[in-house]
């Protein structure tokens, strides 16, 4: 008895050892979610550029021309001397063509970022100019002659540059207040960066007291029709239509394209 005993509690135990197996199963479910951005392209809106124009005798001793708050051209014809009650202000370029020798007063000229001398006829004088960096830009093949003397205490003399803006420009002459630092030579740009067929900007005379250091850009041609003394670091690497002619200083061989002296 007591080994049957024994024998089915064995058993039980087996079967119950059996009975107590089972399987489990787990699944695990991923969520995929896609996720669509929008891509908004931009364009920005350029403003037109403001063009105003005063013909001959428009501009009087009582006038007054502001800007706008975009980018202002004032082309303007002048067959005597702008005075110093003229208040213009708030226009970043100005285009003058002037009959016979003229002078212009900045007293009340403000904001001017270019001014250029087109197609004039005689020498040009700016008086009481009072930003040392207002360019001073020629184009066309009239009398491109200017002088330009400026406000008491416009000129630091330590980091001022004038800037010559040549546009292809024939015979330039210039002459400014002693006063600044260095001068900046523009011969003008042409498309695509390619020089300009037959395009040249012609410098006959540079004066600016003082001043050793000069650079020269752009990619009209610089024909220099005299010596330009006094400079002993010259930089042209940017001059893209070379420099031929006479010399800047003690360098010489100016007809290659781009020199540092």
């Known amino acids: 008895?007591?080994?049957?005993?024994?024998?089915?509690?064995?058993?039980?135990?087996?079967?119950?050892?059996?009975?107590?197996?089972?399987?489990?199963?787990?699944?695990?479910?991923?969520?995929?979610?896609?996720?669509?951005?929008?891509?908004?392209?931009?364009?920005?809106?350029?403003?037109?550029?403001?063009?105003?124009?005063?013909?001959?005798?428009?501009?009087?001793?009582?006038?007054?021309?502001?800007?706008?708050?975009?980018?202002?051209?004032?082309?303007?014809?002048?067959?005597?001397?702008?005075?110093?009650?003229?208040?213009?202000?708030?226009?970043?370029?100005?285009?003058?063509?002037?009959?016979?020798?003229?002078?212009?007063?900045?007293?009340?000229?403000?904001?001017?970022?270019?001014?250029?001398?087109?197609?004039?006829?005689?020498?040009?004088?700016?008086?009481?100019?009072?930003?040392?960096?207002?360019a001073i830009g020629f184009n066309g093949s009239g009398t491109n002659n200017v002088t330009v003397n400026y406000k008491a205490g416009a000129l630091s003399g330590s980091s001022d540059t004038v800037t010559l803006k040549l546009d292809g420009a024939a015979a330039v002459a210039v002459d400014v207040d002693a006063g600044f630092a260095a001068v900046s030579i523009d011969t003008g740009s042409a498309a695509a960066g390619q020089q300009a067929a037959g395009v040249k900007s012609t410098l006959t005379t540079l004066t600016a007291p003082g001043v050793t250091t000069a650079t020269v850009t752009g990619a009209n041609q610089l024909v220099l029709n005299n010596d330009l003394s006094g400079y002993t670091t010259v930089t042209a690497t940017g001059a893209s239509g070379g420099i031929v002619g006479k010399t800047i200083g003690a360098t010489s061989n100016l007809s290659t394209e781009g020199f540092v002296g």
Request: net charge negative; hydrophobic share 35%.
């Open 1 to 134: 008895k007591a080994a049957r005993a024994g024998g089915v509690s064995l058993m039980a135990l087996s079967l119950a050892a059996c009975g107590s197996s089972s399987t489990t199963t787990s699944t695990t479910t991923t969520d995929t979610t896609t996720t669509t951005t929008d891509t908004t392209t931009v364009t920005p809106v350029v403003p037109a550029v403001n063009t105003i124009s005063y013909d001959l005798l428009e501009l009087t001793s009582t006038s007054t021309v502001t800007g706008t708050s975009g980018a202002d051209v004032f082309n303007v014809q002048i067959n005597a001397a702008v005075a110093k009650t003229v208040t213009i202000s708030g226009i970043e370029t100005i285009n003058l063509t002037a009959y016979g020798n003229q002078t212009v007063d900045f007293t009340k000229i403000t904001d001017v970022e270019t001014f250029t001398a087109k197609d004039s006829t005689g020498t040009l004088t700016l008086n009481n100019v009072n930003d040392a960096t207002m």
